[in-house]
């Protein structure tokens, strides 16, 4: 495997990556989410609507009347946390192949919505290289029956080798990478563990790891001490939703992040038109102009090569199909706008090709 990605479809030569999204979803269901009426907590994140007649929304497919809702509370809306439409995912992704796309990684964790066979048919009917990830998400996720308390974190390595060198059950679909690796912050202690098996099993395989990080930014610096631990190698983890961690002027702290060796993931891109009304985030509420401008500062402190950008679609209202700019805004908007402001070509290919083929290439 040394020197090759491997795609759903099998393994393929890592300069055969393109441009690439490292950070999205085809197919999840976060409904796991909806928990009942709370005082909006920022540690709560989401909830169903107090509001009477919001509750009657809640449940409600999307329609055009109806958008607004899933736009303000778009994590109260119950349709908005699933997709699980082929045809939808197909149509979505060929935007993002005929705008100039090869290739995207869907880190869906194991136990909310990936589908290894649908991710198949997608890859068949695009041509675009699919690559998938295996993962546990947060610990606010886990059912009683998944009895993750009582797993060690070597059954759980165990199950991420195997999903990487064999593949997902009887399919014979091998993952690509392990990730999205779920941490809250403070850490769980079962978000420890799996995290620790994460590194076992990169230790193992050779693949990357992406780990969700809980929103502070101590939440990086102890994910890595617990890797280190296990010694798994940090020139191959990916810190998502960089966005959400580190405040607008943490420039220093995003630096510190990227000399340990860590790739740093600007994965919301997109993400401004849809309204958090109830989420305080400690970093602030990012826009796609902000990102550029980290991505730039990290670029004049010679971390260019530790940037990964991507859209992280995982609510219906960021498809295209939903008045969302999709798998492609990246391409469309953000590309342009990287060059206005002075980021060149070359620039711009280590962001959208030779990073995320470093990373996705096994060693």
């Not at 479809?9 to 197919?27: A, K, R, Y």
């Not at 890859?123 to 059912?143: E, H, V, W």
């Not at 990086?220 to 607008?248: M, Q, W, Y």
Request: contains cysteine; hydrophobic residues 40%.
């Amino acid at each position: 495997m040394k020197g090759k990605a491997q795609t759903v479809l099998g393994l393929v030569d890592g300069s055969n990556l393109g441009i690439t999204l490292p950070h999205e979803h085809f197919f999840i269901d976060i409904r796991c989410y909806m928990v009942e009426p709370t005082d909006y907590e920022y540690a709560k994140w989401y909830s169903t609507p107090v509001d009477p007649e919001e509750q009657e929304l809640a449940h409600q497919k999307i329609t055009l009347e109806n958008l607004w809702f899933s736009r303000y509370h778009r994590s109260s809306c119950e349709d908005n946390l699933i997709l699980d439409d082929e045809d939808t995912a197909i149509r979505e992704a060929m935007y993002f192949k005929k705008a100039g796309g090869n290739t995207i990684v869907d880190v869906t964790p194991n136990h909310v919505g990936r589908n290894p066979n649908r991710l198949v048919r997608v890859a068949k009917a695009t041509d675009l290289n699919i690559i998938m990830g295996t993962s546990y998400y947060i610990a606010r996720s886990f059912t009683p029956e998944m009895k993750m308390d009582a797993r060690t974190e070597e059954s759980i390595a165990e199950e991420f080798i195997r999903d990487v060198t064999v593949g997902i059950g009887d399919t014979g679909i091998k993952a690509g990478i392990i990730g999205e690796i779920g941490t809250s912050w403070p850490l769980e202690e079962v978000e420890k563990k799996v995290l620790r098996a994460a590194g076992i099993a990169q230790r193992e395989t050779g693949a990357a790891i992406n780990i969700h990080s809980g929103f502070s930014e101590d939440s990086p610096f102890e994910c890595i001490k617990i890797l280190k631990e296990v010694g798994a190698d940090l020139n191959r983890v990916v810190f998502s939703h960089i966005t959400l961690v580190f405040h607008v002027d943490s420039r220093v702290a995003r630096a510190r992040l990227a000399q340990e060796g860590c790739y740093l993931e600007f994965d919301l891109f997109g993400d401004d038109g849809i309204f958090r009304s109830h989420i305080q985030y400690p970093s602030g509420m990012a826009t796609d102009a902000t990102r550029v401008k980290e991505i730039m500062e990290l670029t004049e402190d010679g971390f260019l090569d530790r940037v990964f950008i991507s859209h992280d679609v995982n609510w219906k209202i960021q498809l295209r199909s939903y008045g969302g700019g999709g798998y492609i805004h990246i391409l469309k908007f953000i590309v342009p706008t990287m060059r206005a402001k002075g980021m060149t070509h070359e620039q711009i290919n280590t962001i959208l090709v030779e990073n995320p083929r470093r990373i996705h290439t096994f060693v």
